[in-house]
């Protein structure tokens, strides 16, 4: 029997997912916070839910099931595309993408988003090592943060790990920050959910403070975190996405994306790649955009029951390997 599902972390997946559509549809994301924030907030949603499954062992299969078969899978579907493309329709391709080697040598896919799962996947992996071997809460933030450090300074230092480690490193933290807050009662109804528009407007209004007077960048594609105040930000921001989610709780369309995210990631770039294309054709493209990234997000939602149906395996809906 599937365990009940908490409808406001999905309603908070819709908000990250749409955010990450519109974001590569280069559509603005001006307010306080938001082109910040996709990425944390995956990373701090996914540590919500950390658990060991019993040991590493079993916790390995499960991720490879849930994370990198999804990644892999799309990842060959990409450089499938991308091989055709080149023999069909060369003048067509604008991509740094080279092909199936690009895992260990470019952090350009050429079905660019499923970054983030293979990025996730070492996050696991790192974090359950950690958490198995290190059992003092207090050491266990030491070597977060100073894998974390080691991450960051890879990045300032302009040097690259193949697979995505790096920005797994980098990322550990804002996985932990889900953990940790999953001690609290933020899952669940609590008697301080009265406040919680209250919590909401506060850590939004620190979000605009912070953005408007400190310094900050961050693109964790590639690795770069620029100013302490960045995870400031990101935390802040994501905190008040998460009081306004659980106020609202659910929204039908953007609750059901939620709930199957992982489909629209890996597979909108392949929608929204073609549809520019097709726009670029008209006038003034840049007032486009908005139309652009609602029609990937429409088509790539429509994408969700087929890929259940046809490719469960491959969408984090039914185990391809099997535990014992």
């Not at 595309?81 to 080149?86: A, F, G, H, N, W």
């Not at 070492?122 to 003092?136: E, H, P, Q, V």
């Not at 959910?193 to 960048?217: A, G, P």
Request: net charge positive; proline share 4%; hydrophobic share 50%.
């Amino acid at each position: 029997m599937e365990p009940k599902r908490i409808q406001f972390v999905d309603l908070a997946k819709g908000v990250c997912i749409i955010l990450v559509i519109f974001g590569h549809c280069n559509c603005p994301l001006e307010i306080a916070g938001l082109s910040i924030v996709r990425m944390p907030l995956y990373f701090m949603l996914s540590g919500l839910f950390f658990k060991t499954y019993g040991g590493i062992k079993s916790f390995s299969i499960k991720k490879t099931n849930k994370i990198l078969i999804p990644f892999l899978f799309f990842y060959l579907l990409g450089c499938f595309i991308l091989y055709l493309l080149k023999w069909l329709k060369p003048e067509l391709l604008v991509t740094d993408s080279r092909g199936l080697l690009d895992l260990f040598d470019n952090r350009q896919y050429f079905n660019g988003p499923i970054w983030f799962l293979l990025a996730l996947f070492w996050c696991n992996l790192m974090f359950c090592g950690i958490s198995a071997y290190i059992k003092n809460n207090i050491n266990q933030l030491l070597s977060i943060c100073l894998i974390g450090f080691c991450g960051w300074y890879l990045g300032y230092k302009n040097c690259f790990l193949p697979l995505f480690i790096d920005v797994a490193m980098t990322s550990l933290p804002f996985f932990t920050m889900g953990y940790f807050l999953k001690k609290t009662d933020i899952l669940y109804p609590n008697r301080y959910d009265k406040y919680n528009i209250l919590f909401f407007l506060v850590f939004w209004l620190v979000s605009i403070l912070i953005e408007r007077t400190m310094h900050q960048r961050m693109s964790l594609h590639y690795n770069i975190i620029e100013g302490w105040s960045t995870y400031l930000l990101a935390f802040t921001s994501v905190m008040s996405i998460l009081f306004i989610c659980k106020t609202v709780n659910h929204i039908p369309f953007i609750t059901y994306i939620g709930r199957y995210s992982i489909v629209l990631l890996c597979i909108h770039h392949m929608i929204y790649r073609p549809l520019i294309l097709i726009f670029n054709v008209f006038p003034d493209f840049s007032s486009k955009r908005f139309l652009v990234a609602f029609i990937t997000l429409l088509l790539s939602a429509a994408c969700i029951p087929l890929c259940k149906k046809w490719i469960p395996w491959f969408v984090a809906q039914k185990d391809l390997i099997k535990s014992e």
